[in-house]
């Protein structure tokens, strides 16, 4: 009796088990099938959309400026080999002098994995980098700097395209011969490394959160905007249908002799101001530290555009300039939506409004990891921005995963199942539509879209991803 007792119960606790394997068995496949269907789904909804519109007959764009020779490595192995050590307390300087300031200053952003830009002044402890950047393992160089970038990106989206910067004969080589080049030859290019990291990287005390990049320069061209004079004249020629700034984070904490940079800023002013309206303007935000920097940017540029795009850091640093005048380092890697939309609404609405007869705001594309947000002014002569939005997430994904074909299984996606279009109380809630993946709506004046961008989870490269999404974001609406 007792023994049968026994068997039965073990039998039931047998079976009771079996059926517990097999529900999370079939829970778990459940979850993955979902989450992969759900993955699949947002990817074709996007290669819908970005195939829904188709460029017009190559739309003229002109690129300003700046070119270099980009050395990249990984960033812990070059750290390892310039012998850095991982600082106790990471800290921000405006100036970098020695490697105990580089190495601060490193660790200051890779710790909250936001992307950044520095000047080293210090000529020494640069070649050194950019030597310890040379002999690390699957170290890299090619073409770089914002301009050539986008102009490379405008030119294989179809475009006829014009390149504002300096570069020697062997860099030219690696532009394409259709793309035209204003500014002349110089015998050596600048130099930009770029440290590259991936999510979850450790370097001492400090694991990374996000993939991301930082750039370090010791720039003598580019801060002087020595193409300004040629570019301007062939742009007037050109004629382009939009007019693309890019690269001016190069100014920033350079040692300028005294109001050096602002008479430079003064001239591309002019260009700015003297540019017929039919011709768009557009200029890329970058890393910028130093206050006073931004605010003659801010004045001389940013004010006198058609269009903005950024980055999750650039967006609040150029909100908290233009709101309360202080430059913000640091900010959230991954904003929430709302949040994201707040910044732009505030910042469009202080930009959109320009004197009679001048450019001003109708365009504001926010790049972050997660979504891409587009808002442009209804009334404006901006195209497609459902299919704009989508193109520049397919692209943020195609960039660091260093492919054309996108992978499902190489890709993840951030967005919840819905959100909050602002912080504000009583906003409306946006319900996340796998099969229609864009969100589009209007709000007073504006049209807002948001698409969700498949994060890459095989990370081959960040450094320049900006310029292509940017790129990519624009070229379907002029
Ligand atoms: C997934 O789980 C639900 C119940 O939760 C079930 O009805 C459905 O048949 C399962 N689908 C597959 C493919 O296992
Ligand atoms: C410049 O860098 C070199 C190499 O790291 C270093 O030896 C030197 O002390 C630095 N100069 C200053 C002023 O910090
Ligand atoms: C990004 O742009 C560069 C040129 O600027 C190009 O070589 C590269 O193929 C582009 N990548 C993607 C994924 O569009
Ligand atoms: C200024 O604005 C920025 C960005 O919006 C914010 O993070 C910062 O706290 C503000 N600073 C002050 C002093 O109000």
Redesign the pocket.
């Known amino acids: 009796m007792f023994q049968l007792q026994f068997g039965f119960k073990t039998g039931t606790f047998v079976s009771f088990l079996v059926i517990l394997a097999a529900y999370f068995y079939k829970r778990q496949t459940n979850d993955s099938d979902v989450l992969r269907n759900r993955l699949n789904n947002v990817l074709s909804g996007l290669l819908r959309a970005e195939r829904q519109v188709a460029l017009g007959s190559e739309p003229k764009v002109a690129v300003g400026f700046g070119a270099c020779l980009d050395v990249i490595g990984d960033a812990v192995d070059v750290l390892e080999k310039l012998g850095a050590r991982s600082p106790d307390l990471p800290e921000h300087f405006n100036e970098l002098?020695?490697?105990e300031?580089l190495e601060k200053v490193f660790a200051y952003f890779f710790r909250h994995g936001a992307a950044a830009e520095r000047y080293i002044k210090?000529?020494?402890?640069f070649m050194?980098l950019v030597q310890a950047t040379r002999d690390v393992k699957n170290s890299r160089e090619k073409l770089g700097g914002n301009a050539p970038m986008m102009a490379t990106r405008f030119h294989m989206e179809g475009c006829k395209v014009l390149l504002g910067g300096k570069l020697s004969q062997q860099l030219r080589k690696q532009i394409a011969p259709e793309i035209l080049v204003a500014g002349g030859d110089v015998e050596t290019d600048d130099i930009h490394v770029a440290l590259e990291y991936k999510k979850g990287d450790v370097w001492g005390n400090y694991v990374t959160p996000r993939s991301n990049r930082f750039f370090f320069h010791n720039d003598h061209n580019n801060p002087f905007l020595t193409s300004l004079e040629q570019f301007s004249q062939d742009v007037a020629l050109f004629a382009p249908a939009l007019l693309v700034i890019g690269g001016l984070q190069m100014l920033d904490n350079f040692p300028f002799t005294k109001g050096k940079r602002r008479s430079r800023l003064r001239k591309l002013h002019g260009l700015l101001t003297s540019t017929p309206r039919e011709t768009r303007i557009h200029f890329e935000m970058a890393s910028f530290a130093e206050q006073e920097c931004l605010e003659e940017v801010v004045d001389s540029v940013v004010r006198h555009v058609d269009s903005l795009g950024m980055n999750e850091q650039e967006l609040p640093n150029l909100h908290g300039v233009l709101t309360n005048g202080s430059i913000t380092l640091i900010s959230d890697a991954y904003p929430r939506i709302a949040t994201t939309l707040d910044h732009m609404r505030a910042v469009y609405s202080i930009l959109s409004r320009p004197a009679d007869g001048q450019h001003g705001l109708t365009r504001l594309h926010v790049h972050t990891l997660a979504y891409q947000a587009i808002m442009t002014a209804k009334s404006s002569a901006w195209k497609h921005s459902m299919s704009a939005a989508a193109k520049a997430a397919l692209t943020a994904n195609r960039y660091t995963c260093g492919s054309d074909y996108i992978e499902a299984e190489k890709a993840r996606i951030l967005m919840d199942q819905s959100f909050s279009t602002s912080h504000v109380k009583g906003s409306k809630r946006i319900h996340f539509e796998p099969n229609n993946p864009v969100s589009c709506w209007d709000e007073p004046g504006v049209e807002i879209c948001v698409a969700p961008v498949l994060v890459c989870t095989k990370v081959v490269q960040t450094g320049g991803g900006g310029d292509n999404v940017s790129s990519a974001g624009l070229v379907l609406q002029i």
Do not use: A, F, P, R
């Not at 210090?122 to 402890?125: D, K």
């Open positions: 002098e020695s490697q300031d210090n000529i020494t402890l050194h």
